[in-house]
Structures are given as structure tokens and as C-alpha cells.
């Protein structure tokens, strides 16, 4: 039986419900800068939860999203106090087992590759954002790659790190086999295994999506893993737009999330955990679910 890494879920949504602060298109880097303490927390009850693995809070601090809201300069200070704030999670929790996940995620918009930088341009973007999260990462997990130069470029610039590198890429939610870029599945399946990656996932997309994309998956001679978000659709999402604009699925509570994800574990899996709308009690109630068939 595989033993399972158990990831945290998505923060940005969570954090926003505990915040009293107005949503704007930072998300959660706006939350990172002025209630730190909130992301702290939330990591601490995501490894209460039974998360082993927790990703810095930096998603939306990436430089070109930065500048388009004139807060370049705040780059390196959402860096280092999303580190300190994972930091601080790990000691409050007295787990000499809990690993930090860097996080390399689409540096312009989530899910609208059309709209992303040269791969020239996202490899150095990517560089930058390693060298910063490298002192409290154990490894890279570059995340929601909707296209095969996205990916390739966060996985290569991972990679040179000489840290793990996992890759998550997000898919279509209503065409099988494909990315949301409209390439093929297998072929970014197949870039992502040459260059090296020690784990290919599959992220942010339905987990109804994620099912029918498994064959696929399973091919890979790596570790692979899910976690899917609770969005009912992405599609009203624009760059620079805020979550208010995306509905929550009403039928995604933490059992049925333990559902999909426990189908994902006895189907190969070795990596899972929880996107965009899927909180502490989602993975807490996973957690017993692999507990229970031994994958824990």
C-alpha cells in the first residue's frame, strides 16, 4: 500500500472568511502584510488538521502581479514574512515532521496562460521567487500550471534549486486530457518527466476533471497526487479580478472531498491534499479516511 504525503488545503478563500479586511486583487498577500498572525494560524490548524506538508503563503506576491498594483517594492517583505509565518506554525506545533513547500504559481493570472510572460521572462521571474523562498523551503511545489512553457519554466527553475520539485498542473474542467491552455495532457505530462520533476500532480481543477484525467496520470513513472479545488467554475475569473466573482460548490463538504481524494489514494496516488475552497475540516476528515485504510 502507498503511503500518502498529506498536503494543507487552499488558503486564500480561508483567509478571506477570517478577515474582516476588504477583498482586493492580492488576495491573500494583502492579508500576508497586514494580518500575518491569520496566516499562521491557519497553517497551525491545517497541521492540527493532519497536513505534513504546508505551502508559503507568497501565491498572488509574485513580481508581475505586484506591479500591476504599483507594490513591486513589497516583494521581498511578503516573502520573508510568509516564511515566518510557516515558520512560526511549525514550531507552535511541535512537529519535527512537517515540511515547507515553496511556492512557484502562475506569476500573472491563475487558469489564463494566454496571458502569461515569455518562457524566458517566467524562468527568470521563477528564479527570483526561488531564491527568495529558499531559506524556509524543504522543497518546490510549482502549482495551477495551465500550460506546458508555465511548467517548464517554474520546474526548471525549481530544479535548480537542488530541492524536490513537485508540479501540479490544472485541467480543463470540461475537456478530458487536456490542460486549460488547450495542449495535451500527455505531452506536458511528458516534458515535466524528462526535465525531472520528482512528483507530478494534478491541481485547482474539479475533482470530477481530475478522475477522468487519472489513466493519464498514472502512466508517469513518478510520484503523482491531486488535490482539486470547490469552485463551481473559473470562468468568471479575470486577471486582476478577486474571488467575490466565483461561486462554492454546495456539494464538496469534507466527506465528500474524502471521497474523491480516498479514490485518488487507492488508485496510486502518493501525494494529496486540498485547493481553492477545501479548509481544515476538509483534509482533518481526509486524514481519518486514510487513517482508517492504513495509508497514514
Not at 46 to 57: A, D, P, W
Not at 112 to 128: F, G, I, T
Not at 185 to 208: D, T, W
Not at 229 to 249: A, C, H, K, M, Y
Request: proline residues 5%; aromatic residues 6%; contains cysteine.
Amino acid at each position: 500500500m502507498n503511503h500518502i504525503t498529506l498536503l494543507d488545503g487552499g488558503m486564500g478563500q480561508e483567509l478571506l472568511r477570517r478577515s474582516a479586511r476588504a477583498t482586493t486583487p492580492l488576495w491573500s498577500a494583502d492579508i500576508m502584510l497586514h494580518e500575518p498572525t491569520l496566516v499562521r494560524d491557519l497553517h497551525l490548524d491545517f497541521i492540527k488538521s493532519g497536513s505534513r506538508v504546508i505551502t508559503l503563503n507568497t501565491y498572488t506576491a509574485t513580481p508581475p502581479r505586484l506591479a500591476r498594483e504599483n507594490e513591486l517594492a513589497q516583494l521581498k517583505n511578503l516573502h520573508r514574512s510568509a516564511m515566518d509565518a510557516a515558520l512560526g506554525a511549525v514550531e507552535l506545533a511541535e512537529c519535527n515532521d512537517v515540511e515547507i513547500a515553496g511556492c512557484l504559481p502562475p506569476l500573472v493570472a491563475s487558469y489564463r496562460p494566454d496571458v502569461s510572460l515569455s518562457y524566458e521572462d517566467s524562468l527568470d521571474a521563477y528564479r527570483r521567487l526561488v531564491e527568495l523562498q529558499s531559506p524556509a523551503s524543504d522543497l518546490f511545489l510549482c502549482e495551477t500550471m495551465a500550460s506546458i512553457n508555465e511548467a517548464r519554466a517554474a520546474c526548471t527553475a525549481a530544479m535548480e534549486s537542488g530541492k524536490p520539485a513537485w508540479v501540479a498542473l490544472t485541467v480543463s474542467d470540461f475537456e478530458p486530457g487536456l490542460l486549460r491552455s488547450g495542449e495535451s495532457l500527455n505531452e506536458a505530462l511528458q516534458v515535466l518527466e524528462s526535465l525531472g520533476a520528482e512528483a507530478i500532480l494534478l491541481n485547482c481543477s474539479h475533482p470530477e476533471a481530475i478522475n477522468g484525467c487519472w489513466p493519464q496520470l498514472r502512466s508517469v513513472g513518478k510520484k503523482i497526487g491531486a488535490y482539486a479545488n470547490g469552485f463551481v467554475s473559473i470562468g468568471p475569473l479575470l486577471p486582476g479580478g478577486t474571488v467575490e466573482q466565483l461561486e462554492v460548490r454546495q456539494d464538496l463538504n469534507p466527506k465528500q472531498y474524502a471521497e474523491y481524494a480516498m479514490g485518488w489514494a487507492r488508485n496510486g496516488a502518493s501525494i494529496i491534499g486540498g485547493c481553492c475552497e477545501i479548509g481544515p475540516a476538509h483534509i482533518k476528515a481526509l486524514h481519518e479516511s486514510l487513517c482508517n485504510e492504513g495509508f497514514l
